[in-house]
C-alpha cells in the first residue's frame, strides 16, 4: 500500500514537472520572439527608418516596442478569459501560434527603400500582433505554473517564469552574439543578417505549440463548476482592491525591470559609448547570472513570505536607482559597469522572482488568469512598455538624467503599496 501511493507521487511530479517544463518552454519562446526585436533594432532600424541621427532611428523603432505594448491590454483580456472560460492550456496553444505570425511578418518585410511608408506600417502591425500574444501570455502562464505547483514550493515554481522571460531575451542576444562574432559581418547584419532571428523564432513558436498540446490542464480548472467557468469583466468587477493592488505592485517593477534589462544594452551604446558586441555581452552575461537568481529568491520566499522581497527590491529600487544609472554612464571600466549591471538586477529580483505568484494568490480560481493578465498588461503598456521611449526621448532633448528620477519615483510609488498589503504566501487564494 505504501509502496503504491509513494509511485503515485513520483508519478504525479513526473506529470506536474512535464507540465510547469512545457508551459515555461513556450513562455520562453514568446519572450524570444518579443525581445529579438528589441535585441536587434540597432540593426534594424536604418533599413526602416532612414535618417543620420541614429538617436533618432531608435527613438523611432522604440516608438513602434511601446505601440506593441498597446495591444497587450487586449491580449490580457482576450488570452484571461479564454483561459478562465476554456482552460489554461487552450489559451497558451493559441497565444504561441500568433506570435509565429508576427515574427514571420517582421522577417519578411522588405526595407524602406524597397516599398516605402508600407515598410514601418508593416512593422507596426507585426509588433501589434506580438503584442496581442504576450499580452495573453503573462497572465496565462503565471496562472498556469502557479496552479500546478505545490503549496510549499508556489514560489519556486512560479520564478521559472522570469527564468524563461529573461531566457527569451538571453536566446535573443546569445544568437546576436553568435551573428556578430562569428558568421556575419556588421555591413551583413545591417543589410539582411538582422532578418534571421525572427525566422528562428517563428520555428521556435511552432515547436513550443506542439509541446503545449501535450501539457496537462491544471487540476485548479478542471476542478471548477460550470457556473465559475463563465468568467468575464462582471466578474473580475468584483474584485477591485486585487485589481489595484496588481497595478500598484506592477508600476515600479516593470519600469525597474525593462529599464536594467531590455534598454540597457542600448544605454551601453547610446550613452556609456561601448561597441555594440561588448555592450550584447555584458547584457547577456547579466542576464544569465539575473536569470539563475530568480529561483534563488522564489525559494526565499517560500520560507519568508513574499512581502519581505517586495518591500526589499522598492527601498533598494528607490535609493539605487539614480546612483546606479548615473555611475554607469560616466563609467569607462568595463569591469565596474559589469558590477553595477549586476547589483540593479539583484534588486530588480525581489520583484521579478515572485511577482507573477503574488498575482495569482489574489484572485481565486474562476477570474485568476483575467485577473493578474489585464491589469498587468494595462500598467505594462502604459508605463513598462514606454520606458525605453522616455529614457530615448529626455537624452535627445539633453535631459537623460531626469529619466533616473522617473524610475525612482514609481518604485517609491510601488514601495508604499508592497508596506501596506498582506502577504500573499499566507492569505493566498490558489488553495480556496
Same mark, same amino acid.
Given at each position: 500500500?505504501?509502496?503504491?501511493?509513494?509511485?503515485?507521487?513520483?508519478?504525479?511530479?513526473?506529470?506536474?514537472?512535464?507540465?510547469?517544463?512545457?508551459?515555461?518552454?513556450?513562455?520562453?519562446?514568446?519572450?524570444?520572439?518579443?525581445?529579438?526585436?528589441?535585441?536587434?533594432?540597432?540593426?534594424?532600424?536604418?533599413?526602416?527608418?532612414?535618417?543620420?541621427?541614429?538617436?533618432?532611428?531608435?527613438?523611432?523603432?522604440?516608438?513602434?516596442?511601446?505601440?506593441?505594448?498597446?495591444?497587450?491590454?487586449?491580449?490580457?483580456?482576450?488570452?484571461?478569459?479564454?483561459?478562465?472560460?476554456?482552460?489554461? #492550456?487552450?489559451? @497558451?496553444? &493559441?497565444?504561441?501560434?500568433?506570435?509565429?505570425?508576427?515574427?514571420?511578418?517582421? /522577417? %519578411? +518585410?522588405? !526595407?524602406?527603400?524597397?516599398?516605402?511608408?508600407?515598410?514601418?506600417?508593416?512593422?507596426?502591425?507585426?509588433?501589434?500582433?506580438?503584442?496581442?500574444?504576450?499580452?495573453?501570455?503573462?497572465?496565462?502562464?503565471?496562472?498556469?505554473?502557479?496552479?500546478?505547483?505545490?503549496?510549499?514550493?508556489?514560489?519556486?515554481?512560479?520564478?521559472?517564469?522570469?527564468?524563461?522571460?529573461?531566457?527569451?531575451?538571453?536566446?535573443?542576444?546569445?544568437?546576436?552574439?553568435?551573428?556578430?562574432?562569428?558568421?556575419?559581418?556588421?555591413?551583413?547584419?545591417?543589410?539582411?543578417?538582422?532578418?534571421?532571428?525572427?525566422?528562428?523564432?517563428?520555428?521556435?513558436?511552432?515547436?513550443?505549440?506542439?509541446?503545449?498540446?501535450?501539457?496537462?490542464?491544471?487540476?485548479?480548472?478542471?476542478?471548477?463548476?460550470?457556473?465559475?467557468? #463563465?468568467?468575464? @469583466?462582471? &466578474?473580475?468587477?468584483?474584485?477591485?482592491?486585487?485589481?489595484?493592488?496588481?497595478? /500598484? %505592485? +506592477?508600476? !515600479?517593477?516593470?519600469?525597474?525591470?525593462?529599464?536594467?534589462?531590455?534598454?540597457?544594452?542600448?544605454?551601453?551604446?547610446?550613452?556609456?559609448?561601448?561597441?555594440?558586441?561588448?555592450?550584447?555581452?555584458?547584457?547577456?552575461?547579466?542576464?544569465?547570472?539575473?536569470?539563475?537568481?530568480?529561483?534563488?529568491?522564489?525559494?526565499?520566499?517560500?520560507?519568508?513570505?513574499?512581502?519581505?522581497?517586495?518591500?526589499?527590491?522598492?527601498?533598494?529600487?528607490?535609493?539605487?536607482?539614480?546612483?546606479?544609472?548615473?555611475?554607469?554612464?560616466?563609467?569607462?571600466?568595463?569591469?565596474?559597469?559589469?558590477?553595477?549591471?549586476?547589483?540593479?538586477?539583484?534588486?530588480?529580483?525581489?520583484?521579478?522572482?515572485?511577482?507573477?505568484?503574488?498575482?495569482?494568490?489574489?484572485?481565486?480560481?474562476?477570474?485568476?488568469?483575467?485577473?493578474?493578465?489585464?491589469?498587468?498588461?494595462?500598467?505594462?503598456?502604459?508605463?513598462?512598455?514606454?520606458?525605453?521611449?522616455?529614457?530615448?526621448?529626455?537624452?535627445?532633448?539633453?535631459?537623460?538624467?531626469?529619466?533616473?528620477?522617473?524610475?525612482?519615483?514609481?518604485?517609491?510609488?510601488?514601495?508604499?503599496?508592497?508596506?501596506?498589503?498582506?502577504?500573499?504566501?499566507?492569505?493566498?487564494?490558489?488553495?480556496?
Amino acid at each position: 500500500m505504501e509502496k503504491t501511493v509513494q509511485q503515485n507521487e513520483v508519478k504525479e511530479a513526473g506529470y506536474r514537472l512535464k507540465s510547469i517544463f512545457g508551459g515555461a518552454v513556450g513562455n520562453l519562446v514568446e519572450w524570444y520572439d518579443w525581445y529579438t526585436y528589441s535585441a536587434f533594432a540597432l540593426y534594424f532600424s536604418p533599413a526602416f527608418f532612414p535618417n543620420s541621427n541614429p538617436t533618432a532611428q531608435l527613438l523611432n523603432t522604440a516608438g513602434i516596442f511601446a505601440v506593441g505594448f498597446l495591444m497587450r491590454p487586449i491580449g490580457g483580456w482576450l488570452f484571461g478569459s479564454i483561459a478562465d472560460k476554456l482552460g489554461r #492550456k487552450h489559451s @497558451m496553444m &493559441i497565444s504561441v501560434l500568433i506570435m509565429a505570425i508576427g515574427s514571420l511578418m517582421i /522577417g %519578411l +518585410t522588405p !526595407g524602406y527603400k524597397r516599398i516605402g511608408i508600407a515598410a514601418p506600417l508593416l512593422l507596426v502591425l507585426a509588433r501589434l500582433i506580438q503584442g496581442l500574444s504576450t499580452g495573453g501570455e503573462y497572465g496565462t502562464s503565471a496562472t498556469y505554473l502557479s496552479e500546478m505547483a505545490t503549496k510549499k514550493h508556489r514560489g519556486f515554481y512560479s520564478s521559472f517564469q522570469y527564468v524563461t522571460l529573461i531566457g527569451g531575451q538571453l536566446l535573443a542576444l546569445g544568437i546576436q552574439l553568435v551573428l556578430q562574432n562569428w558568421l556575419l559581418t556588421s555591413a551583413q547584419l545591417h543589410a539582411w543578417g538582422w532578418r534571421i532571428p525572427f525566422f528562428i523564432g517563428a520555428v521556435l513558436s511552432f515547436i513550443a505549440l506542439y509541446l503545449r498540446r501535450h501539457i496537462d490542464e491544471t487540476a485548479a480548472f478542471k476542478n471548477k463548476n460550470t457556473e465559475d467557468k #463563465k468568467g468575464g @469583466m462582471a &466578474i473580475l468587477l468584483k474584485y477591485p482592491k486585487e485589481i489595484f493592488t496588481v497595478v /500598484g %505592485l +506592477t508600476l !515600479g517593477g516593470t519600469i525597474a525591470f525593462y529599464t536594467f534589462s531590455t534598454y540597457m544594452q542600448k544605454f551601453l551604446v547610446n550613452t556609456v559609448h561601448l561597441s555594440k558586441e561588448t555592450s550584447t555581452t555584458l547584457s547577456f552575461v547579466s542576464l544569465l547570472v539575473f536569470a539563475i537568481m530568480q529561483p534563488l529568491f522564489g525559494l526565499l520566499s517560500d520560507k519568508i513570505g513574499r512581502k519581505p522581497l517586495l518591500v526589499g527590491f522598492g527601498v533598494l529600487g528607490t535609493l539605487c536607482t539614480y546612483p546606479i544609472l548615473t555611475g554607469l554612464a560616466g563609467e569607462t571600466n568595463t569591469a565596474i559597469i559589469f558590477l553595477l549591471m549586476i547589483g540593479a538586477l539583484i534588486i530588480v529580483s525581489g520583484y521579478t522572482s515572485i511577482n507573477a505568484v503574488v498575482k495569482a494568490e489574489l484572485f481565486p480560481a474562476e477570474i485568476r488568469a483575467l485577473g493578474v493578465g489585464l491589469p498587468y498588461a494595462l500598467t505594462v503598456a502604459i508605463f513598462g512598455g514606454t520606458a525605453e521611449y522616455f529614457a530615448l526621448w529626455f537624452k535627445n532633448i539633453g535631459h537623460e538624467s531626469y529619466f533616473y528620477w522617473y524610475v525612482t519615483g514609481c518604485i517609491l510609488i510601488s514601495l508604499v503599496l508592497y508596506t501596506t498589503m498582506k502577504d500573499t504566501k499566507r492569505h493566498s487564494k490558489i488553495e480556496d
